[in-house]
């Protein structure tokens, strides 16, 4: 059998036996650490899910991110004294110590380096966004991965909140989705900062298929719409400096609209996390999120073209 089916198979079998499997954190400058070790360490959350338990972390951190200098040694510090996580010196220290790993730094241009770590360690991995702050970037974590056979996906909560799973219809024919989207300073693909939530929903409730993206931009939102090869048209409203998330889908014979205040949270993204440590099959695939990568990056072309259409590259 080769290596990582053999792992994948031992993982599985630790599920089935009752055993958690052991995660790892890397980067401690987002909340999500925090959330996420609470709904998997404290059984007696109302949101608790069962199978995994966070045991180490590399706080690691970017000096010239504000939200990341300015948060990594609270929640560093949470995850010790709180939680009783072990902190360990580097990624490599973490992966001897654990089945699984969460990547959870805030700044993704450190993502692909921090995954290429976890990727020779033979670790199943889940990178939360951005995946990466380039096509690029993106382009060659999958190619690692694939490389070395490591499961890996990346996922916005809201493709499994209530908007994503219950406003996806086989007859959809178009879609708007809106919610936050500032910039950060860094990262040179602008949307991926904020913005991929409703991009990810957009394709969420769209499919994949995009052929090409125009990009329009204002003071305080930005309009991306895509053409999708069969002709569809799906529209993102990145709103500045924040706002609610939201959709309303085109079907042949109604059109539907999102509650003002939809269900969201963290445990559905979890509860697939978890399935995805356990069984090493990822909820989306690899390609679909490269597509939403390959559409960030047309955008970016398109505004710098002063809103000219641009085909994905």
Request: aromatic letters at 8%.
């Amino acid at each position: 059998m080769p290596p990582m089916r053999l792992f994948t198979f031992l993982l599985f079998a630790l599920a089935c036996a009752g055993a958690d499997l052991r995660l790892g954190i890397i980067g401690t400058d987002t909340s999500h650490v925090t959330a996420f070790t609470k709904i998997l360490n404290d059984n007696t959350s109302p949101d608790h899910v069962e199978g995994a338990r966070v045991v180490a972390f590399y706080k690691g951190g970017s000096k010239d991110v504000e939200s990341s200098y300015t948060r990594v040694d609270k929640y560093a510090e949470e995850l010790k004294t709180k939680w009783k996580i072990a902190a360990m010196p580097d990624i490599s220290s973490l992966c001897r110590n654990v089945d699984a790993v969460l990547l959870e730094s805030v700044d993704g241009r450190v993502h692909l380096e921090q995954a290429r770590a976890v990727i020779a360690a033979k670790k199943p991995l889940f990178i939360d966004k951005p995946l990466a702050s380039t096509l690029d970037d993106a382009r060659e974590i999958a190619r690692l991965a694939k490389a070395a056979n490591v499961p890996w996906f990346s996922s916005s909560s809201l493709r499994f909140g209530e908007i994503g799973t219950q406003m996806k219809y086989p007859d959809t024919t178009g879609a708007i989705t809106w919610g936050p989207g500032p910039f950060e300073e860094h990262h040179q693909l602008e949307l991926s900062w904020y913005a991929i939530h409703p991009i990810e929903l957009l394709f969420t409730l769209m499919g994949t298929g995009v052929v090409e993206v125009t990009r329009t931009t204002a003071e305080n939102m930005d309009e991306v719409t895509g053409r999708w090869k069969d002709g569809r048209l799906g529209t993102v409203r990145a709103l500045r400096p924040y706002g609610d998330f939201g959709a309303v889908v085109f079907r042949p014979k109604a059109v539907m609209q999102s509650p003002a205040k939809a269900a969201a949270g963290y445990r559905p993204l979890l509860v697939e996390i978890i399935k995805f440590f356990q069984t090493g099959k990822a909820p989306v695939s690899n390609e679909e999120t490269l597509e939403i990568f390959a559409f960030m990056d047309a955008a970016q072309r398109s505004k710098a073209e002063g809103g000219k259409p641009m085909k994905l590259r």
